[in-house]
Structures are given as C-alpha cells and as structure tokens.
C-alpha cells in the first residue's frame, strides 16, 4: 500500500520563494573588488533573480542549456545560483584559478551558451576565448563592458520581476561542477534540484553544519568550488543572512569581514585558516569575533595544531567536514558524540581532527584488500559511498565508471581508518599512499605531527621511489616566516610519535607548496619536482 502524501517536487523555486516572501528584509553583504561593501536584500534578491531569469529566457535559454559562471562570491552570483536552474538551465561555476586549457575545455565539454563573468575576470576569459563558442557573454560589472559582451544590469533591468518557473521535475538538472582533475581530464557531476535540496536539509541540521535564519554565514569557500560546499542554497533555504568576501580573500580583509558583520559561521579549506591563524597570533583582541560559533572546515585535512590553536589561543571552534565534488559535497562531519564530552581533552582532540560521522543519507564502507576494514581504528580500506546526493555516473564520461562498484557504490579514491565509534579518519588519497617494504605509510600523519612543530607553517610528505624499500617518505616543509628549524631537529620531534619505518627518510626545505586550484597540496608536482632525489646510502 502507497502512502497517500503528496506529489511535491524538491526544488529550488520552492527554496527561492520561501526566502523572499518571509524573510524579504534579511540581508545579503558582499564586498566588492575596489573592498567597498555593497548590502541588499532578500526581497531584493528575490525580484532580481526573477528578472534574470526572464532575461535568460528572452535570450533563447532553452531546458538543459548550460549556463557558465566566471565569478568570485557576491549577491549577482547567488541571483545566478537560483535564476539559471529556475528558467530551465544548468548552472555550471568555473574556477579562474585552472589554466586556460582546463577553462576551455570545461565550456566545450559542457557545451555553456551562455557565461556570466566578472569584469575584473575578463583578463582570464580572454586567455580562452578563442576556444569557445558561448552565444553571449554577460557582465557582472561596475563600469563599461567591453564590446560583443552584454551588461548585467542593462540586461536585467527592463525585465518583470514576476518569473514563472513553470512545473520543474526534481530530478531535472540544476546545476553541474567539474572535479579538478587532479587525476586525469576534469569530469562533470551533474546535481538535480532534488539532490540540490536535499544536500541543503542535511547540512542545515544542528549536527551537520547546523543553520538558522538567526545565523549569519560568509562562505569563504568560493561558489566555484562544489558551489561553495552548498552554503547559497541551504543558507537561502533557512533564510539567513549571507556575506560574500568577492575577490579580497586576504586574512586582514576577512577578518573585518567576521568581526563588523558579526558572523556566526564560516567556512573555507585550511590554507586560508592557517593564514587566518597567524594573522590573528600577530595580532590578538584586534578583530571582535565573539559572534563566531564555528568555522568549517574542509577540502583537506584540518591540522590537529590548527585546531587546538583556535581553540586555545582565540576561543573560536573548527568543525571539521569532508566531501568531494562527487556528493554534492558534504559527505562526513566530526562532531563530538556527547556520550565522549567527557573524555580527557587529548582525545577530544584527536576525535575532532577526524573527518567525523557520515551525515543522515550518507551510507559508508571502508573496503580492505581482504574485505571490510574493521572498525578498530587501525585497519584501512578504501572509503566507499552512497547516497541521494551522489553521483552515480559522470557527464558523458563512461571511461570513468570504474570509479562506481557494481553493486552501487562510488569508489571514492580516499583511504580511512573507522574507529569502534565509527568515525572515520583519511590516511591518504589512494593515489598518494606510500608503501615502504609492504606496509602502508601515512602521508597525512606525518603532514599533521610536522604540522604541530612550532616552526613548521606547512608540511607535504610524498613517496619516493627508493632501490630497497619500493618507496620511503619524504616530507617537505615551509617554515614559518623568520623561524628556523633543522632536518635533525624535525626528526628528533617525529621520533616518539611514530615508528622507526614510518619516519621520512629526508627533510626538502621549500619556500612554498605547490597547490591545486582548490588549495590542495599538488602531489604530482611535488614528486615531479623531487624526481631526481637520491637517498644519502
Ligand atoms: P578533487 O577530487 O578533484 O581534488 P574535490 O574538491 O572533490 O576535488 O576533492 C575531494 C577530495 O578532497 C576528497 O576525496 C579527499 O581526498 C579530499 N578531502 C576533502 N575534505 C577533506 C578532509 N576534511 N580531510 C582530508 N581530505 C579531504
């Protein structure tokens, strides 16, 4: 026997209209790129996302289109966010930061008819637009848009505010993002408003990121990145006041952000919250954060030292996450059971570095090379999933499918430990794993203890082939600005952490990381430029 609810499509017209008719005086703060502050409305919002939406129309959008971004975080963006997928189209964000060739390739592979970009970006479509056919090109601008492109607000302005989106099936597309294609050709996941909703329920619960409409929440993240891990639509679903940093992502520029807006939640990948963290260290009780609940972290590993200097020294709280483009992102959160509230604050510690708990609707399994890892907190296996808000295929890519299991899961390509809570803990991407004389060594262990040294700013170890042991670990290190330390000092510091095989064979000292366009540390590269090394006999 069927149920007798109704049949009420998941949408994002639904999460639109919420937002502008009952919170319709809530604001949305962005920074524009000359740093003044530009403020509007939900209300305001609300009309001019409609009105682009009927310009979308009026310039042929037809269902399906795919509609590109080229912009840094800002209210015309999240106007985009919710106007492309109403009037039928595919919203599909570009990261500036990829090389021209990736950008172009990105546009052809999705085949986008139309892009939205940043006049302060248009140095960067210049470099690929001889490689692309979009039908127009549209503005985000603050003075004159050059030739052959139109501008946004010319555009929008002489349209109704009224927009009927029409019925939308929730399974339709709303928006696509590319992986970074840190390994192989970059390969689209395409979301459904349904899972676009759904993901925006489950990160709002209080043990997920946990959102109100009394929050206020400035996703540092960029919305070229897995649509700034959701936080437009989720926070546009609770009704929430948002702030946008645009182009000035520098730790002084946030910080006044945080503190004048008086910020409840933020989130962004480490490297900006390592940068946020010296910054506050040179300069402490000079921005009021008290308003700041919890930033969020993800992206890659939040450092256990990171952790504990917020906490410690600034009272602020990291809430660690994991995901990847592939889950629309959020796929796990490490938040402390209350059960473990009491354990001694070492373990706490230790627990909050973990990438936590899988979100409601995230089914996980650790896959070992004889089967299921234990959940001991030793054993690893690769971490599989799925869910409503996964992928199950990429965008005409079936060379790919050997990323999904024939029984339903997506082989993620990161390799966990699960602890008898169940709380999972990333060793190593399968790709950067280093196996010395048959045992698995982790890369990212060793990153986090080096991480902890007080002169190390960052850490990348990487495996390097060696004549008898298959690979040994070397870590490279950037030290913090005017701190020294020596190889035999970093070694003396890992010897009690670890075991004698699982320490790094050399130290390479480097003025910085190589880095993917997402803040990642680039493995490849580093190998690459380690390909040479030769173990001292
Ligand atoms: P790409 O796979 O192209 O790098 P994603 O942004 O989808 O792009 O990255 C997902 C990957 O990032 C995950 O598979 C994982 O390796 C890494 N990652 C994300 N969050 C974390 C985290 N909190 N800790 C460690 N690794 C993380």
Redesign the pocket.
């Known amino acids: 026997m069927n149920g007798l609810m109704m049949d009420y499509p998941l949408t994002l017209a639904h999460v639109l209209d919420r937002a502008g008719r009952y919170f319709p005086k809530q604001e949305i703060v962005s920074r524009r790129p000359d740093r003044s502050i530009h403020r509007t409305t939900y209300g305001e919002f609300h009309r001019r996302a409609g009105k682009l939406a009927n310009a979308l129309r009026r310039l042929g959008l037809a269902s399906g289109d795919r509609v590109a971004t080229l912009a840094w975080n800002h209210s015309r963006h999240l106007e985009a966010y919710f106007a492309v997928p109403l009037a039928g189209g595919v919203l599909h964000t570009l990261n500036p930061r990829l090389s021209a060739q990736d950008l172009a390739y990105m546009v052809n592979d999705a085949d986008d008819k139309i892009i939205l970009v940043d006049d302060v970006l248009l140095p960067v479509l210049d470099k690929f637009r001889s490689e692309i056919r979009p039908r127009h090109v549209i503005v985000f601008g603050h003075g004159a848009t050059p030739a052959g492109a139109l501008d946004y607000e010319q555009l929008i302005e002489p349209q109704s505010a009224d927009f009927d989106p029409g019925p939308i099936d929730e399974e339709q597309a709303a928006g696509i993002c590319y ?5 192989g050709r ?1 390969k689209g996941v395409l979301y459904s408003h349904r899972a676009l909703v759904l993901h925006s329920l489950i990160s709002a619960l209080p043990d997920s990121i946990g959102l109100s409409q009394a929050d206020v929440v400035m996703p540092v993240v960029p919305m070229f ?2 649509n700034a891990w959701g936080l437009p639509f989720s926070c546009t679903m609770v009704g929430c006041k948002q702030v946008f940093p645009g182009p000035c992502l520098d730790p002084p520029s946030l910080l006044a952000l945080l503190a004048e807006e008086k910020v409840t939640c933020t989130a962004g990948v ?1 490297t900006i919250w390592l940068g946020i963290l010296e910054t506050l260290d040179k300069n402490p009780g000079a921005y009021d954060l008290k308003a700041l609940k919890q930033m969020v ?6 450092p256990p030292a990171m952790i504990e200097g917020y906490e410690k020294r600034h009272g602020l709280h990291i809430l ?8 629309s ?1 959020i ?2 959160i490490c938040r402390v059971k209350s059960q473990l509230r009491s354990a001694p604050a070492a373990e706490q510690l230790r627990l909050r570095a973990t ?1 936590g708990l899988p979100v409601p609707f995230v089914e996980l399994r650790a896959v070992g090379e004889d089967g299921p890892a234990a959940w001991d907190g030793k054993s690893m296996g690769e ?1 599989q999933v799925r869910g409503p808000c996964i992928a199950k295929s990429y965008f005409q890519n079936p060379a790919e499918e050997d990323k999904f299991t024939r029984d339903g899961w997506f082989r ?3 390799i966990v430990t699960v602890d008898p809570e169940g709380y999972i803990r ?1 060793t190593d ?1 399968s790709k950067d794993v280093i196996k010395s004389g048959g045992e698995w060594i982790s890369s ?1 262990d060793l990153e986090n203890a080096l991480m902890g040294h007080p002169a190390v700013k960052e850490a990348a170890v990487v495996a390097i082939k060696h004549p008898k042991w298959d690979e040994r670990p070397v870590a490279c290190v950037v030290l913090k600005e005017g701190q020294r330390a020596s190889e035999d000092e970093l070694r003396r510091f890992l010897q009690p952490l670890f075991a004698k095989y699982q320490l790094p064979d050399a130290y390479v000292f480097m003025e910085q990381l190589p880095r ?1 366009a ?1 803040g ?1 540390f680039l493995k490849t590269a580093l190998r690459q430029q380690l390909k040479d090394f030769k173990f001292s006999a």
């Open positions: 992986t970074s294609g840190t390994t970059p990145h897995v480490p972290v993800g992206g890659s590993a939040a660690h996450a994991w995901g990847m483009t592939e889950m992102p796929g796990t990438q971490l993620t390509g990161d990333i991407r990212v993917t997402t990642k």
